[in-house]
């Protein structure tokens, strides 16, 4: 079975063995043969990594050491401290919305979601081992009294506007990495910020408790403004508390005075990360859960200092079967990605050797010179497992009209030529099914017309889940090198193909039922034409071919390595409105600092403590 992950803000303490037995009694016999069979595929592939270690001679261990040292010489020259750059989560924000909305949900343990999953639980759920991607009737047994609140997603959406606005005003770039996490470089703010910030401060009090945040019953209120209203909805008095704040010019002072505005206008918290990278600052912004910041110094030995012993499970995107996987390289601990670099070079690809040396040394991953415009959309639905005809069309026309209408939303977006099925069976297995169309297709009926007869193909099995997708999408204005084509934030994960609700699914104990709005990383980036030279997404094989073959190849891999773990970090699922964040790496006096790396040598990474 897979285990239960504790990798998450507020489950410091839990019992896992505790956790790890209700989820295995709860498990339908099915999902456990099936993750029995993903076990024995790490398994395998943990057996493979040791065997291969073993016959490695001392000659190639020498000329690996040699070129791995070359490799993190050149990479450190590329380190940039310059820059200023936040990650910004918010606390359990699906749940913090329902607790602001809902008073008596505050003091409770709760969840959002339904008892087929959750979405996310708040922080007195955590305490029992609840947590997002659990399935509700697991928490409710984790938590007899855990009250599960259906997630209202238009209100989510119009709560990620406002602060999203905020975060603009800092950073007209920023991107929102989700609904619920930004991230912002403030290099070019900070180079304006030369005074203080004086901001009015509104807490409230009294009978009505409906508006956040609350002034804290034991604080001296002598010198605040006082005034009364009645509150519209529960139509009590309401006390309003008034002051005023001063933010300084440091940049941790910026961003206390961000969360500061966030809470202001939305009544929610959110905790930061700052440092001289978004990888780094998506670490550091865990540091702190809940509403808190942690600030890494723009220098190299603090740096390293703070990746010394922090697991590999902190990192964004390795999840339990790359951890697996660089166990049995003898990885437990970010500074191992570091001294345990040689045997990369025997069991994973060069671009997972370059992704691991990155994260050792606390880089931005290698950016992408190619079009970063999203490169598909799609929606899925997870449901009770039917072979009914009628219910998996009725299923699909729904998935199939509200993939159209995002696509419709998207006003820079013309459509797209190629069309894919995802069908997980209740085996668990997944197949995918593509065709590419002669035409763009911009029309939901051609869409649809187009999926169902992929569908019909594949009838007469029990099904669990649907998705459709809609790839090799055509733009207003291809040529164009606007916002839509600027680099992300995956550009500078490298090829960190992983997000939060990512991670989540790595350790998922039955499917989600929500929804994705972009392509599933079971799925290609990209379909082509019939007789293309293309690139398979699970095994980076080329291959040419027909649709049907490329199908089969795909399915194969899916289904004999859903979780391969090459080691290469990948990439988020959900694709949480795309980044478009400009890290400014400098390349000046790159040879300088390339020579000096290499004078310096190799073994000042690996100094001890």
Same mark, same amino acid.
């Given at each position: 079975m897979l285990h239960f992950n504790p990798n998450k803000a507020g489950m410091e303490g839990i019992d896992k063995d505790k956790v790890n037995k209700v989820i295995a009694d709860s498990t339908s016999a099915q999902y456990s043969s099936f993750t029995a069979k993903q076990q024995q595929r790490v398994d395998q592939k943990v057996r493979e990594i040791k065997k291969r270690l073993q016959v490695v001679t001392d000659h190639e261990w020498k000329q690996a050491e040699n070129e791995m040292d070359q490799l993190i010489?050149?990479?450190?020259?590329?380190r940039d401290l310059s820059r200023h750059c936040v990650h910004i989560d918010m606390d359990a924000y699906f749940?913090?919305?329902?607790?602001?909305?809902?008073?008596?949900?505050r003091s409770i343990p709760m969840a959002v979601g339904c008892m087929a999953m959750l979405g996310t639980s708040n922080y007195l759920a955590r305490k029992f081992g609840v947590r997002a991607a659990m399935p509700g009737f697991i928490a409710k047994r984790l938590c007899p009294e855990l009250e599960i609140v259906n997630g209202n997603y238009d209100k989510y959406r119009k709560e990620s506007r406002v602060f999203s606005e905020?975060?603009?005003?800092?950073?007209?770039?920023?991107?929102?990495?989700? =609904?619920?996490?930004?991230?912002?470089?403030? #290099?070019?703010? /900070?180079?304006?910020?030369?005074?203080?910030?004086?901001?009015?401060?509104?807490?409230?009090?009294?009978?009505?408790?409906?508006w956040l945040p609350l002034i804290k019953p034991d604080e001296i209120v002598d010198s605040l403004t006082i005034s009364k209203e009645v509150c519209k909805k529960c139509e009590k008095e309401r006390l309003v508390y008034e002051d005023s704040v001063e933010f300084g010019t440091s940049r941790d002072e910026v961003v206390r005075e961000i969360r500061f505005?966030?809470?202001?206008?939305?009544? =929610?918290?959110?905790?930061?990360?700052?440092? #001289?990278?978004? /990888?780094l600052a998506k670490i550091c912004s865990d540091q702190n859960k809940p509403n808190g910041q942690f600030e890494l110094a723009n220098e190299y030995n603090p740096i390293m200092d703070f990746l010394r012993e922090l697991p590999i499970r902190k990192v964004s995107g390795i999840g339990r079967v790359s951890e697996?996987?660089?166990?049995?390289?003898?990885?437990?601990?970010?500074?191992?990605?570091?001294?345990?670099?040689?045997?990369?070079?025997?069991?994973?690809?060069?671009?997972?050797?370059?992704?691991?040396?990155?994260?050792?040394?606390?880089?931005?991953g290698r950016p992408r010179v190619e079009d970063s415009r999203r490169k598909s959309m799609s929606v899925e639905r997870t449901f009770s497992p039917?072979?009914?005809?009628?219910?998996?069309?009725?299923?699909?026309?729904r998935v199939s009209e509200e993939l159209m209408s995002d696509v419709g939303k998207k006003s820079y977006i013309v459509g797209g030529k190629c069309v894919t099925v995802k069908i997980k069976l209740s085996s668990f297995d997944v197949l995918t099914?593509?065709?590419?169309?002669?035409?763009?297709v911009t029309d939901l009926e051609i869409f649809y017309n187009a999926v169902s007869d992929i569908l019909k193909k594949e009838l007469g099995q029990e099904i669990r889940l649907l998705g459709v997708r809609l790839s090799q999408l055509k733009f207003i204005d291809d040529g164009s090198t606007s916002a839509h084509s600027s680099k992300t934030v995956l550009d500078y994960f490298g090829n960190a193909k992983r997000s939060k609700l990512d991670e989540e699914d790595d350790e998922e104990i039955a499917v989600s039922p929500t929804k994705s709005n972009t392509p599933d990383e079971l799925m290609s980036e990209e379909s082509t034409d019939s007789l293309d030279v293309v690139q398979c997404p699970i095994c980076l094989k080329k291959l040419r071919g027909d649709n049907d073959k490329l199908n089969q190849h795909i399915d194969e891999c899916l289904n004999s390595d859903v979780l391969r773990g090459e080691g290469v970090v990948?990439?988020?699922?959900?694709?949480k409105e795309k980044p478009k964040i400009t890290q400014k790496a400098t390349s000046r006096n790159q040879k300088n600092k390339l020579a000096a790396a290499e004078k310096r040598g190799i073994k000042r990474f690996f100094t001890s403590v």
């Open positions: 010489a050149k990479l450190e020259a590329t749940a913090a919305v329902e607790m602001r909305d809902d008073p008596k949900l905020i975060f603009s005003l800092y950073d007209p770039e920023m991107s929102m990495g989700s =609904l619920d996490e930004a991230y912002i470089d403030l #290099t070019e703010y /900070m180079e304006t910020r030369t005074e203080s910030r004086v901001l009015t401060r509104k807490r409230y009090g009294g009978e009505c408790v409906c505005q966030v809470e202001q206008n939305t009544g =929610l918290t959110c905790s930061a990360g700052i440092a #001289t990278n978004f /990888m697996a996987h660089l166990l049995a390289c003898g990885v437990k601990t970010v500074f191992d990605l570091l001294d345990k670099r040689v045997v990369y070079k025997f069991v994973f690809s060069p671009l997972a050797q370059e992704s691991f040396i990155r994260i050792g040394l606390g880089l931005p039917t072979s009914s005809e009628s219910e998996l069309m009725l299923i699909l026309r099914r593509s065709q590419t169309l002669p035409e763009v990948e990439k988020p699922r959900t694709e």
